[in-house]
C-alpha cells in the first residue's frame, strides 16, 4: 500500500510539474510546495543538528530554495524532481548559515570516513584496474550509499567555491573556474547562490575522476602534482582532465542557462 501511495504522490507531483512548466500558476508552486514540504522538513533537522539556529527559521530559508527548484526544473531531462532539488534547498540553508557567519561542522565520524576513503579508493583502484564505484566504496567502508552520498555532499559544501583561483592548461593559458558562470556580475568569490548551485549540480554530472581532479584543484586548492599523487595518475593526465572538465562544464552551465 505504502508502494502504491508513494507511485501515486510521484505521478501527482510529475503531473503539477508539467503543469507549472506550461503556466506557471501560482496555486500550482504554491501545491508543489506543500507535496515536497517534507524535503524542507529533513533537511532543516539535519541543520538543526549542526548549529544553533532554529528549526523554524531553517524551513524557511529551505522553502526558498525549494521554489527556487520548482522554478527551474525541467521535466524534459527526465531528473528525479527530489533529486533535483535537495541541492538547491540544502544550497539556500548552507548561503543562510555562512552569511550568519555560522560554523557549521561535519561530524567528527565523517570526517575520519573521507579520510578512510582516499586510502580504500586507491586500494580498489589497484586491485580493479579502475575508479571505484560510489557504491563499492560505501561496501568498503561499511556504510550504506546514502550515507556515503551524504558524506561527499558534506565534504564538498563545509566551503565556498573558490572561484578565482586560476589553472593553468599549457600554452593556453589559465582559466578561473567563476569564468564558466554566464553572468558576468558574478565572476567573483561572492557567486550568486543560484549560480553555485547551478555549477555545483554541473559538477555533479561529469565522469567521476574528472570530477575529483576538479574537486581537488578548486575545492581543495591542491597543486595539479598533488592531486596526481593523490589519484596515481600522471601530472599530464590531470592537466588533460582539467581542460576536459573545464569544457563540460561551460557547456553544462550555458544549457542550464537557456
Not at 579502475?130 to 558534506?154: F, G, M, N
Request: hydrophobic share 40%.
Amino acid at each position: 500500500m505504502t508502494t502504491t501511495l508513494t507511485n501515486e504522490l510521484k505521478h501527482e507531483i510529475w503531473q503539477l510539474l508539467r503543469e507549472y512548466q506550461q503556466f506557471r500558476a501560482a496555486d500550482v508552486r504554491n501545491q508543489l510546495v506543500k507535496l515536497n514540504f517534507g524535503l524542507v522538513r529533513k533537511e532543516a533537522h539535519y541543520w538543526t543538528n549542526q548549529c544553533q539556529e532554529s528549526y523554524d527559521d531553517l524551513l524557511q530559508v529551505g522553502c526558498l530554495g525549494l521554489i527556487l527548484a520548482i522554478e527551474r526544473f525541467d521535466i524534459s531531462k527526465g531528473h528525479a524532481f527530489s533529486s533535483f532539488a535537495i541541492p538547491y534547498i540544502r544550497g539556500e540553508i548552507q548561503h543562510y548559515l555562512r552569511d550568519k557567519g555560522v560554523t557549521v561542522r561535519i561530524p567528527r565520524r565523517w570526517l575520519a570516513l573521507q579520510q578512510q576513503a582516499i586510502l580504500v579508493s586507491r586500494s580498489l583502484r589497484e586491485k580493479y584496474n579502475r575508479q571505484p564505484t560510489d557504491s563499492e566504496l560505501a561496501a568498503a567502508l561499511e556504510i550504506s550509499s546514502q550515507e556515503w552520498q551524504e558524506i561527499k555532499l558534506a565534504w564538498a559544501n563545509r566551503a565556498p567555491l573558490s572561484l578565482d583561483i586560476p589553472v593553468q592548461n599549457g600554452d593556453e593559458g589559465g582559466t578561473l573556474l567563476g569564468e564558466l558562470v554566464p553572468d558576468n556580475r558574478y565572476r567573483s568569490f561572492q557567486l550568486a547562490q543560484e549560480d553555485r548551485i547551478r555549477l555545483q549540480q554541473a559538477l555533479v554530472q561529469l565522469e567521476q575522476r574528472t570530477r575529483e581532479v576538479l574537486e581537488f584543484v578548486f575545492l581543495h586548492d591542491l597543486t595539479q602534482k598533488q592531486v596526481a599523487e593523490r589519484l596515481g595518475i600522471s601530472v599530464v593526465t590531470v592537466s588533460r582532465r582539467i581542460k576536459k572538465g573545464l569544457g563540460l562544464l561551460k557547456h553544462l552551465m550555458c544549457m542550464a542557462e537557456d
